[in-house]
């Protein structure tokens, strides 16, 4: 860990007002990826792709203001936001390439580009809203995972992916 402050994962929940328990309140979970700055690590980018990194934080911004609406106009839903807050640095303790790092999962990873940062921490979000959040329907992660989505999807798209097509259609 090269940066200067350590990793985060910021859990917050609103619970709508109960409605006398007439109806099942649906439980999402809003995880996002909030990378503050990106040099790429040890895997460093190049100059004309480190500009505009300070915006690798897309996700949790997006999803922190998703947050902040749904409390503001009272939805009826419960929503638990999990934000994962890194910077990718480059320092004496920064994590290398051939590294084995353990997940929050307990699941291994050997890493062989620092630069693929977002996925690592998205997993431990996801992660934590399966297994240590309770009674969650949902799980909707947002992310700016450039690299991998502009190939596929061009600058104008998003890429999604869900398990089933209702529920890409919801979304």
């Known amino acids: 860990m090269a940066a200067a402050c350590p990793p985060r994962m910021i859990v917050m929940t609103y619970v709508p007002r109960d409605d006398g ?3 099942k309140v649906e439980h ?3 995880c996002g990826k909030g990378v503050i700055y990106d040099t790429g690590g040890l895997s460093l980018k190049p ?10 934080m897309g996700g949790s911004a997006g999803l922190l203001g998703t947050f902040l609406a749904a409390v503001r106009l009272r939805l ?3 929503i ?19 590294d084995v790092l353990t997940m ?13 940062e977002g996925r690592l921490i998205l997993a431990d979000c996801v992660s934590h809203a399966s297994n240590s959040v309770e009674g969650v329907d949902v799980i909707l992660d947002m992310a700016t995972l450039t690299g991998a989505v502009s190939v596929t999807t061009g600058k104008k ?3 999604i992916l869900a398990r089933t097509r209702a529920m890409e259609e919801r979304v």
């Open 76 to 78: 009826p839903t419960k």
């Open 28 to 30: 999402v979970a809003l």
């Open 80 to 98: 638990t936001l999990i934000l994962a807050i890194v910077e990718n640095a480059i320092g004496p303790t920064a994590v290398r390439n051939d």
């Open 47 to 56: 100059k004309v792709g480190m500009c505009g990194m300070k915006h690798d």
């Open 157 to 159: 798209h998003a890429g």
């Open 104 to 116: 929050k999962s307990g699941k291994t990873v050997e890493i062989n580009n620092t630069d693929a």
């Open 21 to 23: 328990g007439r109806k």
